[in-house]
């Protein structure tokens, strides 16, 4: 509630209005319920919501990028389908691959430096990949094996690969740059958490990339190594 009043308070100060009805608030807590009191601002309340479009991205409580990955996979699915005069003309192969990478695989990873991914996550980005390809060769899925198909284009499996890259290149721009990302990144929040496996968290994947701890990629990441 406080914040509230702060953001409107600094709004007024700019000439700028709060419009409360356009205003939403979302709250990332896993001991919220129904019964917690709902936000209001002047004596309107402020619609509470799971999730919502920030940036081109999409945000919810529980911080689930898979709902994203989905969505952008979707997007990026129909950028192909648009495509389907481009992949039955005669252009060289190599050609249309340059081209679904600067087209569909841009609209696909859009946001993904941000990314938490899951295994089933991992699965679907490659699958999507292999998909794209066998557009550009017309095959149907059942024709012919995943291995075949990179073989007759010359490509390997470049997708996930490019949003690791990505991701490397954010981290380490965050580590050697004092900001709010780096607080939030490094720092630390107060309490105890709840009982059970907690859920994989973005620092856990750079982790897993690059095989280092959070300390020690932290160190080659200002070092430019």
Request: hydrophobic share 40%; glycine share 6%.
């Amino acid at each position: 509630m406080d914040l509230l009043k702060a953001k409107q308070s600094a709004s007024e100060q700019r000439g700028l209005l709060l419009n409360t009805k356009k205003t939403k608030v979302m709250i990332v807590d896993t001991g919220r319920n129904d019964t917690d009191a709902n936000f209001s601002l002047e004596g309107d309340v402020i619609e509470e919501v799971e999730s919502f479009e920030f940036l081109g991205s999409i945000i919810n409580t529980k911080s689930d990028c898979t709902q994203e990955i989905k969505r952008r996979l979707a997007i990026a699915r129909g950028v192909v389908s648009n495509l389907t005069k481009l992949w039955k003309s005669k252009l060289p192969p190599s050609l249309k691959v340059r081209l679904l990478k600067s087209t569909a695989f841009a609209v696909a990873s859009y946001g993904s430096e941000s990314w938490t991914m899951k295994l089933s996550d991992r699965k679907r980005l490659d699958s999507f990949e292999l998909w794209c390809y066998r557009r550009i060769l017309r095959i149907p899925w059942t024709a012919k094996t995943n291995e075949w198909v990179l073989q007759e284009l010359g490509v390997q499996k470049t997708l996930r690969a490019d949003i690791i890259s990505r991701k490397l290149s954010y981290v380490g721009h965050i580590t050697r740059h004092h900001c709010l990302q780096k607080t939030i990144v490094q720092g630390m929040v107060e309490g105890k958490r709840k009982r059970g496996r907690p859920a994989a968290s973005w620092l856990d994947d750079i982790k897993i990339i690059t095989g280092l701890s959070i300390t020690e990629a932290t160190r080659a990441a200002a070092d430019r190594i």
